[in-house]
Nanobody, 116 residues
Framework: QVQLVESGGGLVQAGGSLRLSCAASVSIASIGVMAWYRQAPGKQRELVGT???????NYGDSVKGRFTISRDNAKNTMYLLMNSLKPEDTAVYYC??????????WGQGTQVTVSS
């Protein structure tokens, strides 16, 4: 069973930066696609972006140009670097192992709060 543990969330002012980490219990080199999702209060969970085993990334329109996903296979860790944060980025952020179009495993989530 794959376990994913996020860390790095917190409170930051608008315009600031945060880096989230997602540590996996297995070798992420064997995971084809990993992803970050977020869920704001009262809203549906949305896809932030994905990264493949070949380090190809894709991002949602709302974060494109501000967020960067990377992975370190040696540390079995995926990262989400968030720059130019906005209050509307406030959400619980989840990492996930994708299996095709579906999510095979979720992390427990980490809260990100951006103050105006």
């Amino acid at each position: 069973q794959v376990q994913l543990v996020e860390s790095g969330g917190g409170l930051v002012q608008a315009g600031g930066s945060l880096r989230l980490s997602c540590a996996a219990s297995v070798s992420i080199a064997s995971i084809g696609v990993m992803a970050w999702y977020r869920q704001a209060p009262g809203k549906q969970r949305e896809l932030v972006g994905t990264i493949t085993s070949g380090d190809v990334t894709n991002y949602g329109d709302s974060v494109k140009g501000r967020f960067t996903i990377s992975r370190d296979n040696a540390k079995n860790t995926m990262y989400l670097l968030m720059n130019s944060l906005k209050p509307e980025d406030t959400a619980v952020y989840y990492c996930a192992r994708r299996v095709g179009a579906f999510v095979g495993n979720w992390g427990q989530g980490t809260q990100v709060t951006v103050s105006s």
